[in-house]
């Protein structure tokens, strides 16, 4: 096998904690049926907020996930992350014993976007009512969106490169790609991926500036991305985290590759400037094809990014047609997260679990809630579509302007 060959990055184990399920086959089972469970914010403190509707995870009990060290000293966002952690390296058979016996070898990326806003939000309240002697320590670090990396890597005893990717909504991509490039620079294992938890009441206030967000009280209306009722996005807690490694290093321990990060690209185009995307993200789609070796017509299925917002959903269904020529109107669309919300940074990595999940069973997953679709898409609505899928592309924006698209290919392409 050649040197290049034994560096490619697969993924061998996925975890993910999602409004729709907490654990990979839950939320497989969900996303692939198209339900939706958008529904009213209930968390304390938001009630008299205009944002009405999220994605919110309510089966999830931190402390059956983390131990209570680590809890007290960590947000809802880094707890969602070491769950998903653990779960993915449970999946790709990497036992305690194996990555203690070579700590260097693992190392952790995460993206977040805003970090702890639930704790830091309880602490200033203390500070605010009773004074700085009722401050947590923990404070100090619990908010920090580069937490998850260090609570994960300090929770396994993982000492090999870690880092957190501050790129927007598309630093979700990023950081599988950072994975990636750290993999061909001979880390054997990355744990990597991105999860928040923006459903606070402090979280919720700040994300009443983004004009993209939508106001709209009706969870079967408040997120339709690509139709003419467009009207925004709404937000979700949640995310996933794969373990990506080496393929010489699972082949040789005898684990599945599920999947090959074959190529990745970014580009920048500003805040909010939604007609210049286009551009941006169709120049992210070449990039990520060209570091693949992939063609256009090879892409067997697009996840977009679907923000709901009618000019930006134009410059998506154009770039994507840019990029890939003529099979930008045929291939199949869909973006799943219309039926859990748009998770920020966690966004496009549970687009990616959900990408290599089509890819293994065949199955790609239908659009929640959209029906109307007024773009030259082939959006998959409805119900799920049955296809083979080789190949997936997930693209992700974010509202500050970053532009990413990552190719996917089947895990049996790490034979080729």
Known sequence: MSEPLQRRPVVTGIGVVAPNGAGTETFWKSTREGISVLDRVTREGCEHLPLRV?????DFDPSAAVEERYLVQTDRFTHFAMAAADQALEDAGLSRAETDAAPYSVGVVTAAGSGGGEFGQRELQQLWSKGSRHVGPYQSIAWFYAASTGQISIRRGFKGPCSVVAADEAGGLDALAHAARAVRRGTDVIVAGATEAPIAPYSLVCQLGYEELSTVDDPTRAYRPFTSAACGFVPAEGGAMMVVEAAGTARARGARARA???GHAATFTGASRWAESREGLAQAVRGALEEAGCAPEEIDVVFADALGVPEADRAEALAIVDALGPHGTRVPVTAPKTGIGRGYCAAPLTDAAAAVL???????????????VCHDLDLVTGRARTAEVRTALVLSRGLMGSNSALV?????ADAS
């Open 408 to 412: 996917l290919r089947h895990g049996a």
């Open 358 to 372: 089509t890819m293994e069973h065949g199955l790609i997953p239908p659009t929640p809630n959209v029906f109307d």
């Open 54 to 58: 999220a994605g919110q995870i309510r």
């Open 260 to 262: 090959v990060l074959a």
